[in-house]
Structures are given as C-alpha cells and as structure tokens.
C-alpha cells in the first residue's frame, strides 16, 4: 500500500503563486511515476503534469510555462510549483501515485488539497 499526503493549498490572488507538495510513504518501490491532476466544481478530473522517475515530464498545455513539477526521490516527495496563476486554475488539485506512466492507470490517489485563485 503506498499513501499520499499533501500540504500547500491555499487562496492567492491572481497572479501569485504557490507550491503544492505530495509525500509518499509506505509500498513506495512499486511507484513509477508521480503526477498532480485537478478538478474544478462541475468538470472532470484532470491532468495537470507527470513526472516519471528518470524525469520525464508531461504537462497540460494549460499550464505550459506557469507550472513546474519535480520530485525529490530519496524524500520520496512530489512538488507542484504553480506561478502566475489565474482564477480558472481553481480547483482541487489531487497528488497521484502510478505504477507505469499515469497514462495507463493511477495507482494511489491522494486526499487533495484545494487552489483558489482570486480575481
């Protein structure tokens, strides 16, 4: 079993910034890639970046050039570093376990933490 645990959510305005991070504990040697997604009241769940454990990484375009994912593998921590943010960035954002790349199936979800944007 591998659980998540994440921390830094929060309400900013327009324009700021926040950093999102993600613990993973537990069955951590089955985890492949990490990844955040959100979802917004009323919309799907949806991808926001991936990060494989060499470090391959996957983004929305939506989030293209605002956003930066990273790991930290001996710490076995996730980070979402979200700048310029915008009010349709609102959303509960979910940290995201899987054990080949998250395109093919997520493995653990965390709790979420929720990202509101003011305008």
């Known amino acids: 079993q591998v659980q998540l645990v994440e921390h830094g959510g929060g309400l900013v305005q327009a324009g700021g910034s926040l950093r999102l991070s993600c613990t993973a504990s537990?069955?951590?040697?089955?985890?492949?890639?990490m990844g955040w997604y959100r979802q917004a009241l009323g919309k799907e769940r949806e991808l926001v970046a991936t990060?494989?454990?060499?470090?391959?990484?996957d983004y929305a375009e939506s989030v293209k050039g605002r956003f930066t994912i990273s790991r930290d593998n001996p710490k076995n921590t996730l980070y979402l570093q979200m700048n310029t943010l915008k009010p349709e960035d609102t959303a509960m954002y979910y940290c995201?376990?899987?054990?080949?790349?998250?395109?093919?199936?997520?493995?653990?979800w965390g709790q979420g933490t929720q990202v509101t944007v003011s305008s």
């Open positions: 990060i494989s454990r060499r470090g391959t990484i």
């Open positions: 537990g069955s951590i040697f089955s985890i492949n890639a």
């Open positions: 995201a376990a899987c054990r080949d790349y998250c395109s093919l199936g997520v493995y653990r």
